[in-house]
């Protein structure tokens, strides 16, 4: 089992910026791809960023320039600092993270996620 903190979440004004991580921990053998998705209120869960094993990065068009997405392998870390913040970006952020673990007879995968910070952006 792969536990996920995040922390980072907050109230910021318009133009302001926050920084979200997110830590894995538990009986993890590889991290592959690590995430940060979002919900915003009335709306559907979105993944606004990615990043792969190999530092490979995919962002949705609206925070593209604006969050940076970065891991550290040696600590199980992803960041999200978000910079230039719009009240559109108001939502509960979420951590995923998907790899390998171990078992109690051997590999399996995992697809875990964080508890969600919230990002409230005032105008």
């Known amino acids: 089992q792969v536990q996920l903190v995040e922390s980072g979440g907050g109230l910021v004004q318009a133009g302001g910026s926050l920084r979200l991580s997110c830590t894995a921990s538990?009986?993890?053998?590889?991290?592959?791809?690590m995430g940060w998705h979002r919900r915003a209120p009335g709306k559907q869960r979105e993944l606004v960023a990615a990043?792969?094993?190999?530092?490979?990065?995919n962002y949705i068009d609206s925070v593209k320039g604006r969050f940076t997405i970065s891991r550290d392998n040696g600590k199980n870390t992803v960041y999200l600092p978000m910079n230039s913040l719009k009240p559109e970006d108001t939502a509960v952020y979420y951590c995923n993270v998907g790899g390998l673990g171990q078992g109690p007879t051997g590999w399996i995968t995992f697809d875990s996620w964080g508890q969600g910070t919230q990002v409230t952006v005032s105008s």
């Open positions: 990043i792969t094993n190999e530092g490979r990065t």
């Open positions: 538990g009986r993890i053998v590889r991290i592959n791809s």
